[in-house]
């Protein structure tokens, strides 16, 4: 099992008609607590400005068996 922190910033109405595509952030963040990838999704947001976000937790468990769905958990 892998862990993964994933921040999408939100897209504008205007951003979606002209198909500008959805800036995010994948990073593994396995061996991290949930405090440390909560502080982890704080200092990205900060650095990159993300003003309105959608940031979840990726659990992905396709190492293991490929079968298995990957759980999302916002944060």
Known sequence: MRIFL???QEQSEEDVAK????????IDV???SDEEIISKKNE?????????YKA???I???DEN???PC???EI
Request: aromatic share 18%.
């Open 66 to 68: 490929e079968l298995i």
């Open 44 to 52: 990205i947001v900060g650095l990159f400005g993300f003003r309105k």
């Open 60 to 62: 992905c468990y396709h």
């Open 30 to 32: 396995s061996e991290l």
């Open 56 to 58: 979840y937790k990726h």
């Open 6 to 8: 994933e921040i999408y």
């Open 19 to 26: 198909a500008i595509p959805q800036q995010f952030i994948r």
């Open 71 to 73: 759980e999302l958990e």
